[in-house]
């Protein structure tokens, strides 16, 4: 897997000789570092290791750790669901045959493509896991649905796939398209995720569409009239379904005012939620880096490192008194004057080196611990350094001493925190140096914040898209402007509601619970997609709104009921995960699911109703099976 740093940015140009490490260099670093704590660590001494390599080592191996388990843990409680609910061997094999078939598919264009597997894409299972059992439990609800009602085995499956292809086939392109709109993120890694995970939804839709009604051929009839014969639930389910048709019709203006209440009370909530980027955060308090760091952070001034180098643009240009003491002033100043989070607890430049320099010339005398007042002495201290055998020199200037390193250490936050001390360090820079000296300023914390501010636009760019390409989606295939831009309050409504939750619970956005949009848009959209395309095939053949959402609830309602039960099972299964920000993925995925379901379930025929008002008449019953 590709070390931390590919989460934020793209690898940075050829600096010259001094390479950055590669991922496996990295982690070899870091166990040897461990190694030797471990051999030098005695009673009394107490060896912290922390710093930007040591955490995000930590939080790659928990990452992989606890993803990998909760997938497992979801993939188990996913099969036990799906063959209590089928009773049948094949619908749990089906499902989950297509979705690992789908992963190891896009892996394996991803190592053609010698894409790395970074961070983000470990949530990539995820993604399928949810697409391709969605789709598949469409599918195998209405065949199973038709061989109660009595059809062969191949009747069932043309029937099924006659029915639920063509919303299959659009629910793949919505979510196909609102997951391949983080492609163009600025981000790398998060475009990769977008791309690869829009390729893996409709890789998966053509195993679903071919592969399973296939294996659906496979079974023998025997299993299938066992099957049907076995079903008890299905009239407690129908009846369930048929009371939401009633209660969403009849009730429609005050479900939809109550909707736009909630709404509204939700909107102000979700405009308050704040953004963050805080790694350490995810792990637990009591892991040894978490404390490490915070040790470091608490007694050495801080853990995390912002650069600014100075470039004077001629050779010895830093053997002139007045830029290494305006150095020394920037220093000073730095250090008294920045309060906050970003509290500074450290400086070091090459001016620091120097007054040292001076001092240990001067008997170590403490009056000496200045700049020396006479220029000529400055390059001819600065030599003698170095024939001393010291190289403390070099981490601090280049060889033409044109260049000069200065370093600030400030304890680890919220990367929030950091923009607003970037930007002051970098006016004291010029308006000490003005155009004398070009200024650059990088380092992890430098790095760390245009992550942020990156993420943030793209994220803002990517669901723009998604929404207005999904709408114009949903007016195609209604044929309607208006309904279709009715039905896309369905699928805002979970979203909206999950930013109102994430700001009461104090979860904040970050970079796996902004994925959970990409999720919840592609969930949702899917709902509605088959709610809305059934809803319209029985209004045009009966003109009754009621008798419309009673036979799509009774067909695709139960499909939807089915999977998300399925679905919401396997993410809350992510909160039993160490790390804090895959449990809350975990669990504001799976509230989302819920609230995606209830939309469909209330909102979306309470909406039906009063756009079809002049339609809307009660039928005494409703035709029972699906024999299309």
């Not at 260099?25 to 190694?35: C, L, M, R, S």
């Not at 006659?162 to 391949?180: E, I, M, R, Y």
């Not at 853990?303 to 600014?308: A, Q």
Request: hydrophobic share 50%; with cysteine; proline share 4%.
């Amino acid at each position: 897997m590709d070390d931390a740093l590919a989460l934020f940015d793209e690898p940075p140009p050829d600096a010259g000789p001094r390479e950055r490490l590669s991922d496996e260099e990295t982690q070899q670093v870091f166990e040897a570092v461990g190694e030797i704590v471990a051999e030098h660590r005695r009673d009394g001494l107490v060896l912290h290791v922390a710093g930007t390599p040591a955490v995000m080592e930590s939080l790659k191996s928990a990452l992989q750790s606890d993803v990998a388990r909760s997938v497992l843990l979801a993939i188990t409680v996913i099969a036990i669901l799906l063959f209590a609910m089928f009773r049948s061997v094949a619908a749990v094999v089906l499902p989950l045959g297509v979705v690992l078939l789908a992963l190891l598919s896009t892996l394996g264009l991803m190592g053609h493509l010698a894409t790395p597997v970074t961070l983000p894409i470990v949530i990539l299972p995820s993604f399928l896991l949810a697409v391709g059992v969605g789709a598949a439990v469409h599918l195998l609800a209405i065949h199973f649905r038709n061989v109660r009602a009595g059809l062969d085995r191949e009747q069932a499956i043309v029937a099924a796939v006659g029915h639920a292809g063509l919303p299959v086939l659009l629910t793949s392109l919505t979510t196909a398209v609102g997951l391949g709109s983080f492609a163009i993120a600025d981000v790398a890694p998060i475009a990769d995720l977008g791309q690869f995970s829009a390729i893996g939804v409709l890789i998966a839709l053509v195993y679903t569409l071919v592969l399973l009604p296939a294996g659906l051929a496979l079974i023998p009839s025997r299993a299938m009239q066992a099957f049907a014969s076995a079903d008890r639930a299905s009239a407690m389910t129908d009846r369930v379904l048929a009371a939401f048709a009633r209660f969403g019709v009849r009730n429609a203006l005050p479900i939809v005012c109550a909707f736009l209440v909630v709404a509204t009370v939700a909107l102000g909530f979700a405009v308050q939620l704040r953004f963050s980027h805080d790694v350490l955060s995810w792990l637990p308090d009591d892991w040894p880096v978490h404390q490490a760091t915070r040790a470091i952070d608490r007694d050495l001034g801080g853990s995390v490192s912002l650069e600014v180098v100075l470039d004077t643009g001629t050779e010895n240009g830093l053997h002139d008194r007045d830029t290494l003491l305006r150095l020394d002033a920037l220093k000073r100043d730095i250090e008294t004057e920045s309060s906050g989070p970003a509290k500074v607890g450290a400086v070091l430049s090459v001016a620091d080196l120097l007054k040292e320099i001076h001092q240990a010339l001067n008997e170590n005398r403490t009056e000496f611990h200045r700049i020396p007042e006479n220029p000529a002495l400055i390059p001819q201290e600065f030599l003698l350094f170095e024939n001393s055998g010291s190289d403390d020199l070099e981490d601090l200037v280049d060889f033409q001493f044109s260049r000069a390193r200065f370093s600030m250490r400030v304890p680890w936050q919220d990367t929030l925190n950091y923009p607003p001390f970037i930007r002051d360090v970098e006016e004291r820079f010029a308006s000490a140096f003005g155009s004398s000296a070009d200024v650059t300023v990088t380092g992890i914390m430098s790095l760390l914040s245009r992550t942020l501010e990156n993420t943030i636009r793209s994220a803002a760019r990517s669901y723009l898209i998604a929404g207005v390409v999904i709408t114009l989606m949903m007016i195609a295939l209604i044929g309607r402007v208006g309904t279709g831009l009715i039905s896309m309050l369905p699928n805002f409504t979970p979203i909206l509601l999950t930013l109102a939750l994430m700001q009461v619970a104090g979860i904040p956005l970050n970079l796996f619970t902004m994925l959970v949009g990409s999720i919840a848009i592609g969930l949702a959209v899917d709902d509605t997609v088959h709610f809305m395309h059934h809803f319209h095939r029985y209004l045009e053949r009966t003109g009754s709104v009621e008798h419309a959402v009673h036979e799509t609830l009774q067909t695709s309602g139960r499909a939807m009921l089915l999977t998300s039960a399925v679905l919401t099972a396997g993410f809350f299964i992510f909160c039993l995960a160490d790390m804090r920000n895959l449990v809350d993925f975990g669990f504001l995925t799976g509230i989302t699911i819920v609230t995606a379901l209830a939309a469909d379930f209330v909102l979306a025929p309470a909406l039906m109703a009063l756009r079809y008002r002049s339609l809307r008449r009660p039928e005494a019953s409703a035709q029972q099976g699906e024999t299309e």
